[in-house]
């Protein structure tokens, strides 16, 4: 596996355990029973689909996903931002990272790596489902001003969170206009946080075998 | 609203209710029933269908006790026990 697929891979991974980790955060206290299951369960699949990418860079993917230093995750500023309680940028930013991990998944399927390729095909049919969740929740929200002030505020990020030659064909699946993307590399202010919270049973006893 | 649930376990097998959820429109009920009734693999397709549009049957007054049309109404094992004392004759062994 070259470099280039590796730190792709990488990318993903974090991306998709972090926004697990962010998801997860409604379990119990979503607006409705119905969306409380449905959101906690798609959360539960984004860290299955990080646990699976860490394992096709790794041995030990727990190493990989709770060992790391924060400054080595090369995750999204999008996927730290923290929105508990607010609903209207949380499914602003499901449905931006849906339509970007789309297009990311669609380049991993063409890899000439077969376990790549693979992996990335069985995750994109689960995927499907997150989409049409994000989907329904656009058509629902879309004239709500507070939903279309959340998508404008996240979509540099999101166009930050795909590569380069993907940004334009981001931006027209999304109907919006090109901006200064929020790139990958930097961190957001929620995140320490974050990976204090994720980390810290890890941390409590080094080394253990659970 | 409320939306009734039913689901086939096996390709082949009748669809059972299944239970029911609260969705807002159609798409939400069909990715409610998805993620409630069959992300665990136990369905292998669902129906899902608005409670109002389910119509209900449940007056079955029997004034009249009529109960010989009743399914349950009228044991023919019982009158055959009857008719079979009355003609003297044992009911046949069951390995004969």
Redesign the interface.
Known sequence: MNERVRQLLLQTADDELVLGWRDSEWTGIAP????D??FS?IAQNEIGHARALYQLLSEDADALAFDRAPAEYRCSPLVELRFVPDWARTIARRVLYEAADELRLAALKESADAAVAGLAAKIDREEA?HR??A??WR??LRDEPRYRDAVEELWPYARGLVDEEQRAELASRLELEEVEPVERGTHAGDWPALWDEMTVVRRSVPGAAW | MIYEVFRRERKGVAFEHAGSLAAPDEAFARAYAHEQYGRRGESVALWVVPRRSILEVEDFVDELNRNYHRVDGYSLKAKLKEARERAGTAAPAADS
């Open positions: 409705v029973l119905e969306e299951v449905a369960s489902y049409m969740h989907e329904m058509e629902r």
